[in-house]
């Protein structure tokens, strides 16, 4: 696989992470967001970019209090999968949580072996009421939407 650099998104991104999560929203492994939506948190995400100036990932990090921050919205290009992408993408979301003092970061995901491998461990979904009552609730799969809950405690000497 090419170099890839992982930087802050720019506005002008926002179309491409918008195509981009929408090929997961269609095969309902993310909810859809819309280009509005992610302008209005592209400080938010983190984006992994080819050779070429392309988007080739992206991931964003949702802060919900002094001490706790989701990573979502993680995609990355159907043939850049398994290439460690991902995790780069996580750890630069990890790096925005240390730099803001977040102590724990958490997931809900269709893959929580992906997670595992690097750190996080299963919880109950009901110890994110956050989340529950800011996302889930609004979601047309709530309350039986089968993802699952991972976490993650990070420190700034990491």
Known sequence: MEPMIIRTALPREAECISSLLGVYADKGALLPRPVEEILESIRDFSVAIDSQGRVAGCAALRIYDTALAEIRS?????????HGLGRKLIAACE???RKNGISRVFALTYVPGFFEKIGYERIAKETLPQKIWRDCFQCKHFPNCGEIAVIKSISSGE
Do not use: F, Q
């Not at 993680?74 to 043939?79: D, F, I, K, M």
């Open 95 to 97: 790096s925005d949580a």
């Open 74 to 82: 993680l995609a990355v290009r159907e043939e850049l999968l398994r």
